[in-house]
């Protein structure tokens, strides 16, 4: 998505990464990315795995290479603004997301991943190291999340925690359906973890997009990624706001 403002100016730009069985049209219909990147002053790119949905399937050896190379080339053929680059994702493409912040931590201003947790194969922030270049991290899961355990989440955010010797945090919004907290260092490190309980079709759980309206019936599309409840937030516009509000130093 390219906004006409962003072909003689430098604008942002965002990269949001759909999960296994999606595509990046997929995506963005939960997340509404392009409109917010339309109205911000951001380009956004939804690259699409291969094969086609649902067998959709990203892999970090052959895929990441890729999908770097195709955001370098586009930061070059727009002369992207440099100090507003940010990465996405939800699912397999929150896990792209963790592994991109980490591997080039020098060329991101934040990150946002979603849906995907810590596993055993992912060097970041394993052992108590972080990314070269620490940056604001916005993260979020369901605690009924049927296909990503909510126990990799609270890995994942122990581990960030360890890493960046982030303080105590502290609640920014609570109901009885979510807590979001802020946690921080006296080096400004930032991170924001999302824990909510909504629920979308069973066979997900709470593997879910708060506030989509995501109709479903694409080509390939084998449900709804959408959380059936009414949501406190809507993670892509919170996603965006986090953007806006983290450029590079």
Same mark, same amino acid.
């Given at each position: 998505s390219l906004p006409?403002?962003? +072909?003689?100016?430098a604008c942002g730009l965002v990269f949001d990464v759909h999960g296994l069985t999606m595509s990046g049209q997929m995506e963005? !219909?939960? *997340? #509404?990315?392009?409109?917010? /990147?339309?109205? $911000? /002053?951001? %380009? +956004? +790119?939804? @690259?699409?795995?291969? @094969?086609d949905p649902p067998g959709a399937s990203w892999s970090a050896t052959s895929d990441d290479p890729k999908v770097f190379a195709f955001l370098e080339r586009v930061m070059n053929v727009f002369h992207v603004d !440099?100090?507003? +680059? $940010? &990465? *996405? /994702? &939800?699912?397999? /493409?929150? #896990?792209?997301t963790w592994r991109m912040l980490c591997d080039h931590s020098d060329v991101f201003a934040s990150a946002a991943p979603a849906g995907f947790? $810590?596993?055993?194969?992912?060097?970041?922030?394993?052992?108590?190291t972080a990314p070269a270049h620490p940056l604001p991290i916005l993260f979020m899961h369901g605690t009924a999340d049927a296909l990503v @355990?909510?126990?990799? !989440?609270? !890995?994942a955010r122990d581990a960030v925690i360890a890493a960046e010797s982030l303080g105590p945090g502290e609640v920014v919004s609570q109901d009885d359906d979510h807590v979001w907290t802020r946690y921080t260092s006296s080096t400004g490190a930032l991170f924001e973890f999302i824990q909510h309980d909504y629920t979308g079709v069973s066979l997900l759980g709470g593997h879910c997009f708060p506030g989509s309206i995501d109709p479903g019936g694409q080509p390939g599309q084998l449900f709804?990624?959408?959380?059936?409840?009414? *949501?406190?937030? #809507?993670?892509?516009?919170?996603?965006?706001?986090?953007? %806006?509000a983290h450029p590079r130093p």
């Open positions: 006409e403002a962003c +072909v003689s100016s963005n !219909a939960n *997340t #509404d990315l392009a409109a917010l /990147g339309r109205q $911000h /002053g951001y %380009i +956004v +790119v939804n @690259p699409n795995a291969e @094969p !440099a100090k507003r +680059v $940010h &990465f *996405t /994702g &939800f699912s397999q /493409g929150g #896990d792209m947790g $810590h596993s055993a194969n992912e060097k970041c922030f394993s052992q108590a @355990p909510f126990s990799s !989440a609270e !890995a709804s990624f959408k959380c059936d409840q009414a *949501t406190a937030f #809507d993670w892509g516009e919170e996603a965006m706001k986090f953007f %806006i």
